[in-house]
């Protein structure tokens, strides 16, 4: 079974038929071919004299030569049309329509009607100013009453009219479709264009509150250790340590990020995705790297949703190092609590007149914070209070349905 595609792949389902994307030069060619089909058929649908009246009596062989004829011109506007597209709509229309009506009218050729009805639906389907479509269409459906009124026999011109009718409305139908092709054809690369655009920002986000909480806490342990490496060798070498697997663990998680957009990583193969239970390990590694950092826990963590978890772990590892960064040595307090419906989690810092634009200042981590819980159905609010700063987010325990 083939490996189902990644996350941000654009999988194309494209059922539109391809003549709804051919331009308007294919339907000029189109329609020249049904052109000259119909003189074809009409010279060898013609057979013997065929006697209007007394005096007028309408041979096959110049027939014959009249309805090709008529054809050949209709079919070299279209080409015109085709190759120089300023060629006038007018002029295409009228090598249509004079001749099929000279012919129906004096030689009785009905053959050329569909003359009519082609330069009408290629007008439809192509022309832009909707005011000429509207004039070729109404002269179209009353050109067989127009003809019927100067003939002195009768013949199906009633019928033709609703032929030509139903032909205009049908070709309007395809004009339409074809615009709403267009329409969704755009739609379709304004999504995707804005899919790859959200997922880029997803990943800049994720790799910022990774790497940049895990790069701050190892650069503590490694101020720490050279601080102390010649008056307690034992003590820089255990901050060494502790960098060290903070850095393993932080490659660990930028392999499982990575991994999780490639095709060729079995679900198995991918390391778990940091959630509320990782919380404790976040405020024990800003503990051991000489932070006074207080945890507070009320509800059932187990109970939370994997995805706004996850939202809440980087909420909090953001914090963390955000005051770690701007309020060194601060106390900083982080306060979970899970209800039937929602999870809110505080950090507040003790970290003094600290201001928004210098904690946000260089960096992307408040924006990235917003976008996260605000993505999830939740609020966050940052900002200084009385002697610190604060960070507070609230979630629903599990995301909506999208």
Request: proline share 5%.
């Amino acid at each position: 079974m083939p490996a189902p595609p990644c996350f941000g792949t654009v999988v194309r389902v494209d059922a539109t038929p391809r003549w709804a994307r051919r331009d308007d030069g294919w339907w000029a060619g189109v329609a020249a071919a049904l052109a000259v089909a119909v003189g074809l058929l009409t010279a060898v649908a013609i057979r013997g004299n065929i006697s209007l009246t007394d005096d007028h009596v309408v041979k096959p062989g110049p027939a014959r030569v009249e309805a090709l004829a008529a054809s050949l011109l209709f079919a070299s506007a279209l080409l015109a049309r085709r190759r120089w597209p300023r060629f006038p709509t007018v002029a295409v229309v009228v090598c249509a329509y004079v001749p099929a009506a000279v012919l129906m009218r004096w030689q009785h050729i009905e053959g050329t009607m569909f003359l009519i009805v082609i330069a009408l639906s290629y007008v439809a389907i192509t022309e832009a100013d909707e005011r000429t479509r509207l004039a070729v269409g109404a002269s179209g459906v009353a050109l067989p009453a127009l003809i019927d009124y100067h003939i002195r026999y009768t013949w199906g011109w009633p019928y033709w009219m609703m032929g030509i009718a139903f032909a205009w409305l049908s070709a309007t139908q395809t004009r339409r479709f074809r615009e709403l092709v267009v329409a969704l054809e755009a739609t379709r690369s304004q999504l995707t264009e804005q899919a790859v655009f959200t997922e880029r920002r997803r990943i800049a986000s994720e790799l910022h509150d990774l790497v940049g909480h895990s790069l701050t806490t190892v650069l503590l342990f490694l101020t720490g250790a050279r601080r102390r490496v010649h008056e307690d060798p034992a003590v820089a070498e255990d901050a060494l340590r502790e960098a060290e697997d903070i850095s393993r663990r932080s490659l660990a998680e930028i392999r499982r990020s990575v991994g999780g957009l490639r095709r060729d990583h079995e679900p198995s193969d991918l390391w778990p995705a940091p959630g509320v239970s990782d919380i404790p390990r976040l405020v024990e590694q800003a503990c051991s790297a000489g932070c006074e950092v207080g945890l507070e826990v009320n509800g059932n963590l187990d109970q939370v949703d994997a995805v706004t978890g996850l939202a809440v772990c980087r909420v909090v590892q953001e914090s963390l190092a955000n005051a770690v960064k701007h309020a060194p040595g601060a106390a900083v307090v982080v306060r979970v609590g899970v209800d039937e419906r929602r999870i809110g989690v505080d950090v507040v810092d003790q970290g003094g007149s600290r201001s928004a634009a210098a904690s946000a200042a260089g960096g992307v981590g408040l924006i990235g914070m917003r976008e996260r819980v605000e993505t999830l159905g939740g609020t966050l609010q940052a900002g200084p209070e009385p002697g610190g700063w604060r960070v507070r987010a609230v979630l629903p325990r599990e995301p909506p349905v999208r």
